[in-house]
């Protein structure tokens, strides 16, 4: 073998050669370099410039490695593709692990945008399809919002306990923001239209000498 001048003194092919096949999986020079069983970074991009033979090694490597990834990234595309296939919105699709699935998520307090960004999970148009068309889906569904409700509710008593002085104001509009949550998941139980009117007490003051009411509602009207 030629010897290298003193300036590229310590590269070899085989050196060479492992750079290459390193490049060539998907690494950069930089995190090459920050191996310390491999030369140095600005030792590398070194020899680059001075010896050809290298150049092109690391060139080919690099060509072969973005044809990998943009191969990889086709087939994610692909099977993005495929998961989407199905025909969520169809109601006869609903399988009844896929409610308990979504009904379990909704009940630990996530959202429906949430759960149907998922790729295995259908898109929020279905879901509420679903709701419609399933009166046991519609069922559990309910029982899930109910349940979270309770896990807000809990939240804002937690932030409400925990509030100090210095904090009042932010932990009274987290408070209010909760509530207003609860109220729109469990009307009927925090929705404060939902609640059951007061009953109304009528209060009447008599005079038990003769009995003639003194005061009270509508007395003194014509």
Same mark, same amino acid.
């Given at each position: 073998m030629t010897a290298l001048p003193a300036r590229i003194a310590g590269y070899t092919s085989d050196l060479g050669?492992?750079?290459a096949r390193r490049v060539e999986a998907g690494e950069s020079i930089r995190s090459i370099g920050a191996d310390r069983a491999m030369p140095a970074a600005a030792t590398i991009h070194r020899w680059l410039g001075q010896i050809p033979e290298f150049a092109e090694q690391r060139r080919v490597a690099r060509s072969a490695a973005r044809r990998a990834a943009a191969s990889a990234h086709a087939e994610m595309i692909e099977a993005r593709k495929a998961r989407r296939k199905h025909d969520w919105g169809r109601s006869d699709l609903y399988a009844v692990e896929?409610?308990?699935?979504?009904?379990?998520a909704i009940a630990a307090g996530r959202s429906m945008v949430e759960?149907? !960004?998922e790729p295995d999970m259908p898109v929020t148009g279905t879901v509420y399809e679903w709701l419609r068309a399933h009166p046991d889906f519609s069922d559990m569904y309910v029982q899930a919002r %109910?349940?979270? !409700?309770?896990?807000? !509710? %809990?939240e804002a008593w937690v932030i409400a306990k925990a509030a100090a002085p210095a904090t009042v104001? =932010?932990?009274?509009?987290?408070? %209010? =923001?909760?509530?207003?949550? !609860?109220?729109r998941l469990a009307p009927k139980t925090w929705g404060e239209t939902g609640k059951p009117a007061a009953p109304r007490l009528n209060i009447f003051v008599q005079n038990f000498g003769d009995g003639e009411v003194i005061s009270g509602p509508g007395v003194g009207e014509r």
């Amino acid at each position: 073998m030629t010897a290298l001048p003193a300036r590229i003194a310590g590269y070899t092919s085989d050196l060479g050669a492992e750079i290459a096949r390193r490049v060539e999986a998907g690494e950069s020079i930089r995190s090459i370099g920050a191996d310390r069983a491999m030369p140095a970074a600005a030792t590398i991009h070194r020899w680059l410039g001075q010896i050809p033979e290298f150049a092109e090694q690391r060139r080919v490597a690099r060509s072969a490695a973005r044809r990998a990834a943009a191969s990889a990234h086709a087939e994610m595309i692909e099977a993005r593709k495929a998961r989407r296939k199905h025909d969520w919105g169809r109601s006869d699709l609903y399988a009844v692990e896929i409610g308990e699935k979504i009904c379990q998520a909704i009940a630990a307090g996530r959202s429906m945008v949430e759960i149907c !960004a998922e790729p295995d999970m259908p898109v929020t148009g279905t879901v509420y399809e679903w709701l419609r068309a399933h009166p046991d889906f519609s069922d559990m569904y309910v029982q899930a919002r %109910d349940i979270q !409700a309770e896990l807000l !509710a %809990d939240e804002a008593w937690v932030i409400a306990k925990a509030a100090a002085p210095a904090t009042v104001p =932010v932990a009274r509009l987290q408070f %209010d =923001v909760i509530r207003w949550r !609860a109220a729109r998941l469990a009307p009927k139980t925090w929705g404060e239209t939902g609640k059951p009117a007061a009953p109304r007490l009528n209060i009447f003051v008599q005079n038990f000498g003769d009995g003639e009411v003194i005061s009270g509602p509508g007395v003194g009207e014509r």
